[in-house]
């Protein structure tokens, strides 16, 4: 990839018809090729979209979504949970598209609207094989806060919840465009 390509990416922030299907059939797929993740993880990405939609059209949640092309290359949401807390989710980079600095762009964009959103704290979940995300979470202060071993994405696994106080914030530079 080079910088004209970077420069064609676009990011919006409205969902559109096949978005969501194709945000939960990108995280089946790759997640499939790069880790075994089964059936029960695209079902479990279903459920959280299911949810996700539903509290959207309520303007609680937020998306990100990255296109080249008209292609989505990559998302990043963000869910209500309560006044204070969000979720962060379907944070996901297409591999030809990895280690341009889309994800830290999208995980920038999703703090700063965390933060302007008047959040005190957010958390995610992700797993122990997914080591590049942890870098970037922890990154951007983050910092693991329980494990446990589940079967949920179709195979036994070490889910780990991150969190982060909106006061940590302040540890690394939000990228403003």
């Known amino acids: 990839m080079n910088a004209s390509i970077l420069s064609q990416i676009i990011i919006r922030t409205e969902l559109r018809p096949g978005d969501l299907g194709y945000i939960v059939y990108r995280h089946a797929k790759i997640f499939w090729n790069e880790n075994s993740y089964g059936l029960d993880n695209e079902k479990y990405v279903m459920s959280a979209m299911l949810e996700f939609y539903e509290g959207y059209l309520l303007k609680q949640n937020r998306i990100w979504l990255c296109e080249n092309n008209g292609q989505i290359i990559g998302s990043i949401a963000l869910v209500h949970r309560s006044p204070e807390t969000a979720q ?76 982060l106080l909106l006061h940590q914030i302040n540890n690394y530079q939000i990228i403003k465009k």
């Open 88 to 163: 962060l989710r379907f944070f996901l980079i297409e591999p030809s598209y990895r280690g341009m600095g889309i994800g830290k762009r999208l995980l920038s964009l999703f703090l700063t609207d965390l933060s302007d959103s008047g959040y005190k704290n957010c958390y995610l979940w992700t797993t122990d094989e997914l080591e590049i995300a942890a870098s970037l979470y922890e990154g951007f202060g983050f910092k693991i806060v329980e494990e446990k071993r589940s079967k949920t994405l179709g195979k036994s696994v070490i889910e780990q919840r991150y969190e």
